[in-house]
């Protein structure tokens, strides 16, 4: 293979990890993804590294070795599938490195599928359901989706200029957590403010990131699913923290 069409593969694997990893997808999906684009195109000796921050390439016996640093990340799960139809097409065959370039850049242009308002009517739609299906009466269904009303637009403010999960979860749980023991103290309503906050806090909990760190860890990726494991850790914590600081507060 030349130069140029050896750089040119590389490019294409590089784009397609990076694209994965900023999307979601899990660690073993982003290195299988990446050696398999190599191997189909004649790089055997091929070694990669994906970690949630940053990417590594490197082929043995040469000076050839890429990184790539992953500074933000969001879910989405139709970036994941566009990129694996990508590289399946690029492995059999069926298109070249530089059309599986042009498609994986568009790719990596594409906005999400969701706007912040279908995200946040979503939402408000969804969390009545759970306080249902908690055991919570209509009241408290009606009360979780005013609470969530609240609390989940201000997060997704919070996680625009801050980006820090803890602060951004906190604040979520602080607010909905308000709003059903205030709604509980100061009005009439036959309500149970911990079956509101059960499904209120429904959008706020990290389940891919659970998911992908479980995966991981029967992967053989123990460092990223133990990392992972720590991050759903942490905004667990501040999911009760939330709370806590509300009942404080009210009590």
């Known amino acids: 293979m030349k130069q140029k069409e050896q750089d040119l593969v ?9 694209i994965l990893l900023q999307s979601g997808a899990e660690i073993h999906r982003v290195e299988d993804t990446m050696i398999r684009i190599a191997h189909s195109h004649g790089i055997m000796d091929a070694n990669v590294l994906a970690i949630p921050a940053a990417i590594f390439f490197s082929i043995d016996h040469t000076n050839i070795s890429r990184m790539k640093r992953i500074v ?9 599938c566009d990129v694996n139809q990508v590289s ?8 070249s490195p530089k059309e599986a ?22 939402a408000i739609f969804a969390v009545p359901f759970f306080t249902l299906m908690f055991g919570g009466s209509a009241w408290d269904a009606f009360c979780s989706a005013a609470a ?5 637009p201000l997060s997704l403010q919070i996680e625009k200029f801050i980006g820090i999960d803890f602060v951004t979860t906190f604040c979520g749980a602080l607010l909905f957590s308000l709003t059903a ?27 891919i990131t659970l ?41």
């Open 211 to 251: 998911t992908n760190a479980v995966r991981d860890l029967m992967t053989n990726h123990i460092n990223t699913g133990m990392t992972k494991l720590f991050q759903t850790a942490l905004i667990i914590l501040s999911l009760g923290a939330g709370t806590t600081v509300a009942l404080l507060l009210v009590g």
């Open 101 to 122: 370039w042009e498609i994986l850049s568009a790719i990596k242009l594409e906005k999400a599928p969701y706007t912040t308002g279908q995200l946040i009517l979503a």
């Open 72 to 80: 933000s990340s969001s879910y989405n799960m139709q970036k994941v």
């Open 10 to 18: 590389i490019d294409v694997l590089m784009l397609a990890g990076s």
């Open 148 to 152: 969530t009303a609240l609390a989940f």
């Open 181 to 207: 023991y205030l709604l509980e103290k100061y009005t009439s309503l036959a309500i149970n403010p911990n079956l509101i906050n059960a499904g209120a806090v429904m959008p706020f909990v990290p389940g």
């Open 88 to 95: 399946r097409s690029l492995v059999e065959g069926q298109i």
